[in-house]
């Protein structure tokens, strides 16, 4: 069974960055393709960025392309979200996410919050 767990998330001032961390246990996540979702004080989760496995490419939000980066270490088996000049629109709960065989797995998350 895999699990995932985020870590890295905190308080922040606008222009400021902060690294993420998604770290595995039960399963390699080497052979999954990961992402990162971003759910805001009353609003529904959304995605920010994915790392597709079998390519290495990347995607990201349209207000996140430029100031995030996603990236793995297999030898950690931890996914990371770098995220620059940091906004208070980037406040909220970022979890990790992947799926396999029509099972979606979450971490628990952690929370970012962007100030003024």
């Known amino acids: 069974q895999l699990h995932l767990a985020e870590s890295g998330g905190g308080l922040v001032q606008a222009g400021q960055s902060l690294r993420l961390s998604c770290g595995g246990s039960?399963?390699?996540?080497?052979?999954?393709?990961m992402s990162w979702f971003r759910q805001a004080p009353g609003k529904e989760r959304e995605g920010v960025a994915c790392?597709?496995?079998?390519?290495?490419?990347?995607y990201y939000g349209q207000s996140q392309t430029g100031r995030f980066t996603i990236s793995r270490d297999n030898a950690k088996n931890t996914v990371y979200l770098q995220m620059n000049s940091l906004e208070p629109e980037d406040t909220g709960i970022f979890f990790c996410?992947?799926?396999?065989?029509?099972?979606?797995?979450w971490g628990q998350g952690t929370q970012v919050t962007v100030s003024l």
């Open positions: 039960g399963n390699s996540l080497k052979v999954y393709t």
């Open positions: 996410n992947t799926w396999r065989s029509g099972t979606g797995y």
């Open positions: 790392l597709n496995m079998d390519t290495d490419g990347t």
